[in-house]
């Protein structure tokens, strides 16, 4: 048991967990983050709170932002901000079918030398941008990186919102992707429409994965549709399935009506459990 604060580097992005240690920062506080390039300054938006989890591995906040490190945000955020800007117009100038989805920069320090800016950015193929890179170098007065970026990179760093009305999970909680594959979709019994089961990156939705294990173990059990069973009502056939509430749905053959059974109910080791016991011995 520990107390754990959240942050933030950006407006509604993605949340990271830290132990407070001896501070109590409050929501709206400027912290300072440990990272491999050094402290960087960050939004609290959950203040310290105590949690019943293991807080051992989480890393500690390097302290409360001052006046010198909030000067030295507003600089990399502005240089950033003139990063992009030149980026995108010489794109345009070299007629490059690429688009630059976010930029990182790094101010000099004895061990790097000299500034350094990191543009990402997505294109459908791959792009020769040497001489978008020189070009780059000579505007910003310093080392430029470009890195390409996947559709899912993409929408992890823009962020947005998802179908279900909530920030995109990639860019909120998600550590690293997953298999999806169109098999989870079929299991669940969704729409094969792409634009429904798809993200705003384009590829399957990664939430697809959250619930399928509880659809692989009910369809393991559970009669199959037009099956025949025996339910505390009569006999029927099976004609849906309601993996949430764990339970089928009978057309009873007596008039036709139907009924949603649950699926211990109707399974075959249950019943042979329940006609084992239940029948008296003689």
């Known amino acids: 048991m520990g107390m754990l604060c959240a942050v ?10 830290l132990d407070p240690g001896e501070l109590r920062p409050q929501v709206g506080d400027r912290v300072l983050v440990p990272t491999d390039e050094g402290p960087e300054v960050a939004e609290c938006v959950w203040a310290a709170q105590w949690v019943t989890e293991d807080t051992e591995g989480f890393p500690k906040l390097a302290g409360l932002a001052g006046d010198d490190d909030l000067r030295r945000d507003e600089l990399l ?10 980026a995108k117009r010489l794109i345009r100038e070299h007629g490059l079918p690429m688009k630059v989805v976010a ?10 030398g000299s500034d350094r800016t990191t543009i990402y950015f997505t294109a459908p193929h791959r792009v020769d941008f040497r001489s978008l890179v020189r070009d780059l170098g000579a505007t910003l007065h310093c080392r430029v990186e470009l890195r390409q970026l996947s559709a899912r990179d993409s929408a992890r760093v823009q962020g947005g919102i998802g179908s279900c009305g909530r920030d995109l999970c ?3 909680f ?5 298999p ?8 669940q019994d969704l729409p094969l429409n792409p634009l429904r089961i798809s993200g705003a990156c384009g590829r399957l939705m990664c939430c697809l994965k959250y619930e399928h294990p509880l659809y692989q173990r009910f369809q393991e059990s559970a009669p199959a549709i037009g099956s025949r069973v025996s339910t505390p009502e009569g006999e029927g056939k099976v004609v849906g399935h309601s993996v949430p509430r764990d339970a089928v749905t009978v057309r009873l053959d ?5 009924c949603q059974c649950s699926r211990a109910s109707v ?3 249950r019943q042979a459990h329940d006609q084992h016991y239940d029948t008296p011995s003689s």
Request: proline letters at 4%; a positive charge; aromatic letters at 10%.
């Open 8 to 17: 933030s580097f950006n407006r509604y992005g993605r949340l990271y967990y």
């Open 77 to 86: 955020r502005r240089r950033k901000a003139e990063a992009k800007v030149a």
């Open 103 to 112: 930029v990182d920069h790094l101010l000099a320090t004895p061990e790097n």
């Open 170 to 172: 990639c860019a909120t």
């Open 174 to 178: 998600l550590t690293d992707f997953e």
């Open 180 to 187: 999806v594959t169109i098999r989870m979709a079929k299991d």
């Open 254 to 258: 007596a008039d036709g009506s139907r």
């Open 267 to 269: 399974c075959a080791p």
